[in-house]
């Protein structure tokens, strides 16, 4: 294991402080940060724990948005009542990470930080538009969270910088949202193909707005705007969404590797979004009321 | 037949409390002073000529007290199972990625490898070697001095040409079937403490201890007998813990620097550099009447050992004897071929060569049956073999192959069950199954003895002292009740003294599915010769006739029905200084007048395990993933001693078997390395077992065996992924030939 | 790398070290406080359970916790299990159902069986499953286990 210097600070203007001063990483969880400083896949010299900052830990309801803060754990979003019924992907994608003992120390900005193309969070907050809150001791900042990730291991972050939180709109209206993942076991499944959907239907069953998002296909977590296209203003048909699964091809690049290849995950990436599609949109017209 | 003390029932095992409580030491638990830590330096090419190994910078590392190399090893380099060609430590060639290269030793686990990093050996690669067959060409590169290939058997019997013109179908497939790791929980580990008597102290979490005591002992240029080889609790080996090496580096660093050293290894360097089910390629061909009888099979073996022999060898030849499953054919042309290669040493696991060619046998018989039209149970059924019958081998199959009839009608049985099951909306369900044929024992000709002590105390209790390891599958247990049932004592009573070879009897290898055969039948003779012992210290104590007393239940009868509690006899007669005690050797029998003698060395194997597995998958269509759901297990096992124990013999075996089928594979990655952690080799879950598991034993009894008793430790492996392969052609009628079944090999994309 | 001193609570005793802060909760556990029933058989990356204790009430791998995120916690180990002498009723039930074979993976899921009978006094055979998915076994093939977990929260429950 790499040596380090580390601290813990207690809240969330100390973490800010030693950030800036040290120039330190952040550890969360740890459930990636030490299997990959274990291969030297992650460097630090100086640790920074969040893991005492309850201040980052929360889910909120404001207005329309929710608002989850960056320490809180997989269990805690999967169990969340809030999130069920606001984001039923998400919590669906939260539950399914690893296994009981890697959900209640995982964390959302711990797997945002990661940035991994198969982080299983990811499909479910693009397809709901989320945006990323960044902090740090000059003032904070946010974006689009498909921004945020530039690459496998890459985010938008500076030094001296940590994730604050993440923020979405619910959908309002018939709305209807799944997610789908394809592991190589049942258990503690990393993530081969992962589809995340969310459609909102008009009154007359036509799709007024469709978010397909795909991970572990492409260097980061991608929207497909060609699968989206397809539906859009279209009527909810199963031509429509075997139109856009079959048009997820052209938006995402996967790559053969121990896992998995790159044609078998086109292939599962086309069906998954065809499953997914169906699933939200079934969903969305029992709301069709 | 009267009712059992202690056959056939699930007792508590006495070790499971200390299991349980957190209390049970394995050798990196065991609590001593002073020890110091030993890191292994690893070679990061496959294969290459090492020009030097600089270990100044490691030595000069805070915290290290020695690093040593081949250089530093005073007897023989070289150690090996079968044939004595696996350095301890590399000498002039590197022929595996992660094979040792020098040993650092530190006064912390992290100094220990963080030295380790700092070795620097200047290795001139050679490209590697990483196919048997590659590797049997001609202009490549010569492994070790005999060549690349270390082992040819053949077998023909019969007439090849004829039995194929007699054929009404013949049908020719090629199989294949990976690199697979034992992935036992606990890691290859040793504990070494060199004491001031000159002696050494190894504790061991290791299947054959007597042989790691003359290994370490070969190694230092040490008398045996100054090397004590205690067994520590064990977790798990399946085989891939008969390998001597962690030992024999542990104990050459307590030996350099007269101290106390731990040597345990990382997952990674267990998957780099630790014995692994032999990859094999196979070419079969098998001629048939359209009613199904078969008439040749011809069929050719591929095995890739690895960089060392290890157990190689001997899993060629039960390969070999399995290429023909549990069938009657009259002409056979078998040859298999044992070649090393560059890739990390494959070995003794689970099964031993038969998961491999019960792959590709019984994916046979079903290929062939849907050739033919024909029901797949059916030609088993027209086909097995039948008490009487003479294997390829020679060997005549004794009464217990009746169960092979039985097993098949169960599994039938079993099959149509699960057929009626209807699948998940978008999936499509199948059935299969698999028969299995499971040898014993490890082969004529090859010495075979397992002694054992049993001791009784003077508060009426048996002490068992049991001479090869319990590795975590209950041997001590059935040895126990095995002890209490021939003694006529309650299992309460009976209790196992750990192994450690300066005081307990030399039981041999745990391996091979024959230790409660073995074991069991020296407790049956030990508890007769005691028996005895009772009735003359009685005689002698009562000063009555021997042949007026007998013993029940823990009591000596005299002629009037006057009961005397063997308490008191023992206790009286270690007032005289006697202890009750017996000693019995075991040897596996291969009685002359019917074994074959023509054979290589270690074939044939005379003594079998026969059973079924049926099994029922539902396959998601288009993305050709695959879940079992339902299993059922059918196994003979002669007798049972330990319910439990048997059960869980077979639920194991099983997930080890669907792990096999559908999952493991260590991979060589882009990046040149193996596949080589738990995130990349994948084991089954608890998710991914079946949600039904039935068991069926069968109790057909080998005569041979300690009341009726057989193996069951293997046998529970090989059928488990040719019955899922069945099941799944069954559903969506896909065949696939190589191991894993992925999904990626069941659709078109 | 400088030193830190750690304070939280074992088995409901106190407990304080001095350590470097790259080692995790699973080297602290079983090198400075002698409690080896913990186990590292997946080379520190969570993933097979067998250095399984509970954190603050959760179950935890403690080989993916460096110990200084200890701070304050109180962690639940095997070796705290039994009370004056007297089994946990998933003790015994592992004991008795012939769920222990080779014992390494048995004290992590033990634990995680704890936590997740904590949290789900009454789990179905699924939620079981998914319990124990988090705790590789390389012996038993997990039936046995699952039967273990089930006889335990079934006496449990009517404690």
Redesign the interface.
């Known amino acids: 294991m790499q040596e380090f210097d580390f601290f813990r600070p207690d809240s969330l203007g100390e973490l800010v402080k030693i950030l800036d001063e040290t120039g330190g990483q952040v550890v969360a969880g740890g459930t990636d940060v030490i299997p990959r400083m274990r291969r030297n896949l992650f460097s630090a010299s100086i640790l920074v724990d969040a893991s005492n900052v309850t201040e980052l830990g929360f889910i909120e309801e404001k207005d329309d948005q929710i608002v989850i803060g960056a320490m809180t754990t997989h269990q805690e979003i999967a169990d969340s009542a809030l999130i069920r019924s606001a984001n039923p992907a998400l919590a669906a994608a939260a539950a399914s990470v690893g296994c009981h003992q890697t959900r209640h120390r995982g964390t959302l900005g711990g797997n945002l930080a990661n940035a991994s193309p198969a982080a299983d969070t990811v499909p479910a907050l693009l397809a709901f538009d989320a945006q990323i809150w960044l902090l740090r001791k000059d003032g904070g900042r946010s974006m689009p969270l498909g921004e945020f990730l530039v690459g496998p291991g890459k985010t938008k972050l500076v030094p001296g910088e940590l994730i604050h939180s993440v923020t979405f709109s619910q959908l309002s209206g018939s709305w209807g949202t799944a997610y789908q993942k394809l592991g190589k076991r049942n258990g503690m499944a990393i993530s081969v193909v992962g589809v995340a959907a969310a459609v909102v239907l008009d009154p007359a069953g036509v799709v007024r707005d469709a978010r397909v998002a795909l991970g572990s296909v492409a260097p980061t977590v991608v929207r497909s705007a060609g699968a989206e296209k397809m539906l859009i203003g279209r009527e909810a048909s199963p031509r429509a969404v075997q139109d856009a699964a079959d048009a997820v091809i052209a938006d995402i690049s996967p790559i053969s590797d121990v896992r998995s290849t790159a044609e078998y995950r086109r292939h599962a990436a086309r069906i998954l979004t065809r499953r997914v599609l169906l699933q939200a949109i079934e969903q969305a017209q029992g709301r069709l009321a | 037949m009267s009712e059992s003390i202690t056959l056939g029932k699930s007792e508590v095992r006495k070790d499971a409390w200390e299991k349980v409580t957190g209390a049970a030491e394995y050798v990196a638990d065991i609590k001593l002073d002073d020890v110091l830590y030993g890191a292994v330096a690893r070679s990061s090419v496959h294969h290459g000529r090492i020009l030097s190994i600089d270990a100044t910078a490691a030595q000069a590392s805070p915290g290290v007290v020695r690093v040593l190399t081949a250089a530093d090893i005073p007897g023989e380099h070289c150690f090996g199972g079968l044939v004595p060609d696996q350095p301890a430590l590399a000498g002039d060639l590197v022929r595996h990625y992660g094979e040792p290269l020098a040993i650092v030793i530190a006064t912390s686990k992290a100094a220990a490898r963080k030295a380790a990093g700092l070795v620097k050996a200047d290795v001139e690669p050679i490209a590697p070697l990483l196919d048997p067959v590659t590797a049997l060409g001609t202009d490549v590169s010569k492994l070790h001095e005999v060549g690349n290939l270390i082992s040819r058997y053949e077998i023909k019997e019969g007439d090849i040409e004829e039995g194929f013109a007699e054929a009404d179908v013949i049908l020719e497939e090629t199989f294949s079937v990976p690199l697979v790791s034992p992935a036992y929980l606990e890691t290859e580990n040793s504990l070494a403490c060199w004491n001031a008597d000159g002696t050494l102290t190894v504790w061991v979490s290791s299947q054959h201890p007597f042989t790691d005591q003359l290994e370490i002992a070969a190694t230092l240029g040490m008398p045996p007998e100054k090397v004590q080889v205690k067994s520590a609790v064990i977790g798990g080996a399946f085989g891939g813990k008969e390998d001597a090496s962690l030992a024999i580096l542990t104990a050459l660093a307590a030996w350099a620097v007269k101290g106390t050293v731990r040597l345990v290894n990382t997952r990674q360097e267990s998957f780099w550099a630790h014995p692994k089910r032999h990859p094999v390629q196979f070419q079969f061909k098998l001629g048939a009447k359209k009613d199904g009888t078969f008439m040749a099979l011809k069929a050719v073996a591929h095995m890739d050992t690895g960089a060392f022999a290890s157990l190689g060898p001997a899993v060629g030849v039960i390969v070999t004897e399995t290429l023909g499953g549990s069938y009657r054919i009259p002409n056979v042309d078998l040859e298999t071929y044992v070649a090393y290669t560059n890739a990390p040493l494959a070995g003794a696991v689970r099964g031993f060569g038969s998961p491999q060619s019960h792959f590709a046998i019984e994916s046979m018989v079903d290929m062939l049956a849907a050739k033919l039209g024909l029901d797949p149970i059916e030609v088993r059924r027209k086909n097995i073999l039948c008490e009487g019958d003479k294997m390829f081998t020679g060997v005549v199959v004794n009464n217990t192959a009746n169960s092979l009839p039985v097993s098949l009608d169960r599994a039938q049985e079993a099959c149509r069950k699960f057929a009626a099951i209807p699948p998940l909306p978008g999936k499509v369900a199948g059935v299969g199954m698999a028969l299995v044929m499971q040898s014993m024992g490890l082969g004529a000709k090859v010495p075979d003895d397992s002694t054992q002590r049993l001791e009784w105390k003077p508060d009426g209790s048996l002490l068992v002292h049991l001479g090869a390891p319990d590795m975590g599958q209950g041997l001590a247990m059935a040895a126990e009740q095995i002890a209490a049932e021939a003694m006529e004592l309650p299992y309460e009573l009976v209790n196992t003294v750990g192994l450690d070879t300066s005081s307990s009897p030399n039981g041999n290898v745990s391996c091979a599915s024959r230790m409660t055969y073995m074991v069991g039948n020296t407790m049956v003779e030990a508890a007769q010769k005691l028996k005895a012992q009772m009735l003359e210290q009685a005689a002698r104590l009562l000063n009555r006739p021997q042949e007026s007393l007998s013993y029940s239940n823990g009591h000596v009868v005299t002629a009037e029905g006057e009961k005397i509690a063997v308490k008191e006899v023992i206790s009286r007669a270690a007032d005289d200084g006697i202890i009750l005690q017996s000693e019995s050797t075991f040897s596996f029998p291969y009685p002359e007048a019917t074994t074959p003698q023509h054979l290589p060395i270690g074939m044939p194997h005379v003594l079998f395990c026969f059973g079924a597995q049926a099994a029922r998958v539902e396959v998601d269509p288009e993305l050709g993933t695959v879940v079992v759901t339902h299993l059922t297990a059918i196994h003979d096992v002669g007798r049972v001693i330990s319910k439990v124990g048997v059960e869980g013999q077979i639920e194991g075996g099983a997930a080890m078997g669907l792990g096999y089928a559908l999952y493991e594979s260590m991979d060589l990655k882009e990046d040149g390395r193996w596949v080589d952690s738990f995130t990349e080799y994948l084991i089954p879950t608890s998710k991914d077992v079946p949600t039904y598991h039935e068991n069926i034993i069968l109790e057909i009894p080998e005569e041979s065996g300690p009341f009726g008793a057989k193996g069951i430790g293997e046998v529970t492996v090989p059928p488990t992924a040719p019955a899922i392969a069945n099941a799944i052609y069954n559903a969506i009628g896909v065949r696939v030939k190589s191991l894993p079944i992925t999904p990626e090999k069941l659709v078109k994309v | 790398?400088?030193s830190?001193q750690v304070s939280f609570e074992v088995n409901g005793r106190p407990v304080t070290v001095d350590s470097?802060?790259?080692?995790?909760l699973l080297d602290v556990l079983?090198e400075d406080l002698?409690?080896?029933?913990?186990?590292?058989?997946?080379?520190?990356?969570?993933?097979?359970?067998?250095c399984?204790v509970i954190?603050d009430g959760?179950?935890?791998?403690s080989?993916?916790?460096?110990i200084?995120?200890v701070?304050?916690c109180a962690i639940e180990?095997?070796?705290g299990?039994?009370k004056d002498g007297e089994?946990h009723p998933l003790?015994?039930a592992?004991?008795?159902?012939?769920a222990?074979?080779?014992?390494?993976?048995?004290?992590g899921a033990?634990m995680?069986a704890k936590?997740?009978l904590q949290e789900n006094p009454h789990p179905s055979?699924e939620e079981?499953?998914?319990?124990?998915?988090?705790?590789?076994?390389?012996?038993?093939?997990?039936?046995?286990?699952?039967e273990a977990v089930r006889c335990a929260a079934e006496e449990m429950s009517h404690v």
């Open positions: 790398m400088n830190i470097l802060p790259n080692r995790t079983r002698g409690l080896t029933g913990v186990k590292d058989a997946c080379g520190g990356e969570g993933e097979c359970g067998a399984t954190m959760k179950s935890v791998n080989c993916m916790v460096f200084g995120q701070e304050g180990t095997i070796e299990l039994a089994l003790q015994r592992f004991a008795e159902t012939g222990v074979q080779c014992g390494y993976c048995t004290p033990i995680a936590a997740l055979d079981i499953r998914e319990g124990l998915s988090g705790n590789l076994c390389r012996c038993t093939g997990y039936v046995k286990m699952i």
